[in-house]
């Protein structure tokens, strides 16, 4: 199987049809936690679901089109036994390279961790992975800290 290489293109956003400004602003909304699900956002930006699902990994601002891109995620946990290799496990699944793990004891049964991602191999996109950690039992929250 011959494997298609991606090729990217700089364009004036002024000349996009407005779908990719619309999945554009769903993203930040998720991303800023101005929405706190897709259908909030799509919602907000009168877009519809299947076409943010369809051009959600296509759509890319300037700044995030390189590979390398580093991701941190914040995530609240309850204190159970294994819920770090529940996370981790829902990582490697995405071929992404966890750059740093940071576990702070748990207060009052809850611990913050932080994970630094870099997802330049990564299958999917940010937006799964933290789709796929809030199905974790005793996940509380979790939502990206920083891109870089």
């Keep these: 199987m011959i494997e298609e290489s991606t090729e990217y293109f ?3 956003k002024k000349v996009l049809p407005e779908v990719f400004i619309k999945v554009m602003e769903v993203k930040q909304r998720l991303n800023t936690g101005e929405s706190v699900s897709v259908n909030e956002a799509v919602r907000k930006t009168g877009l519809s ?3 943010y699902y369809k051009y959600k990994d296509s759509v890319l601002p300037f700044f995030e089109a390189t590979n390398g891109k580093k991701v941190t995620l914040l995530i609240t946990v309850e204190n159970f036994q294994g819920i770090l290799s529940s996370i981790l496990n829902v990582i490697a699944g995405s071929k992404a390279n966890i750059l740093t793990i940071n576990q702070n004891i748990p ?3 809850l611990a913050d961790i932080s994970i630094s991602l870099e997802t330049v191999s990564m299958l ?5 992975i933290l789709t796929d950690i809030k199905k974790i039992a005793g996940i509380r929250s979790c939502k990206i800290l920083s891109r870089e």
């Design 49 to 51: 679901r299947s076409a």
């Design 10 to 12: 700089l364009v004036d």
């Design 124 to 128: 999917g996109s940010v937006e799964d």
């Design 107 to 109: 207060i009052n049964g």
